[in-house]
């Protein structure tokens, strides 16, 4: 079997729901415009970190298993949902603020200190986002059950993990550097009200998505 073609498949699968956006997109984009650089490329890494703990979970069947324990998976639906809800609010809440662009962390709408603290909090605001991401389990188990082979080889189980890290590491970075740049930032600075409103709000609406699905 040819184990390169099935490779680059789940590749561009991956890269097409990462580029769509949702929480992950939401919150790495706020975290940069509210931020340092380096805030929201914390965040980012923290998706990454999430996106391949999925991965590794998917490749040991665990994900599947999951998907069916429906109190486990509604648990994590639901807790989501809630962090998904909390800093939405914080964000539309920010957003009625006159004061000049707070720095927005998940402990909420107040500025955040430089060093090693702001950076793992912002690192876990991205990996809690990811890792409670009920959209997350479905995507890797309907991907795998439909792409990954049978007993592949083990260099195949490395190389889809390399592949999904890098690629995760890439996209999720290169949009914290984007919306960090001294442009975007003069733009947000300008319109940031209306910026947290439809971020908080739209954080507010995912997360609801989330409560009201089954």
């Known amino acids: 079997m040819h184990y390169l073609p099935i490779l680059l498949q789940i590749a561009v699968i991956y890269l097409i729901a990462a580029a769509s956006p949702g929480p992950n997109f939401f919150m790495v984009t706020q975290l940069s415009l509210a931020g ?22 998917a490749m040991l069947g665990l994900a599947a298993v999951l998907q069916r324990l429906e109190w486990l998976y509604t648990g994590v639906r639901i807790a989501g949902a809630i962090y998904l809800v ?30 090693a603290a702001a950076w793992l909090r912002s690192y876990r605001s991205g990996f809690v986002t990811c ?29 889809v993990f390399a592949t999904i890290g890098s690629l995760s590491a890439s996209w999720y970075c290169g949009i914290a550097f984007m919306f960090a740049t001294e442009r975007t930032q003069r733009g947000y600075r300008k319109l940031r009200r209306p910026i947290d409103a439809f971020c908080g709000a739209a ?4 997360g609801a998505k989330l409560v009201a699905e089954r």
């Open 36 to 57: 340092r650089r380096g805030l929201g490329a914390a965040s980012a890494l923290g998706v990454c970190t999430a996106s391949m703990l999925w991965v590794t979970l």
């Open 86 to 115: 909390y800093f939405g609010l914080k964000l539309l809440r920010a957003s009625t603020r006159r004061s000049p662009a707070p720095q927005v962390h998940d402990s909420g709408a107040e500025p955040i200190a430089h060093g």
């Open 131 to 159: 890792a409670t991401n009920p959209k997350s389990c479905a995507f890797w188990t309907s991907v795998f059950a439909a792409m990954f082979p049978a007993h592949p080889p083990l260099w195949f189980y490395g190389a």
């Open 203 to 206: 954080l507010v609406g995912l």
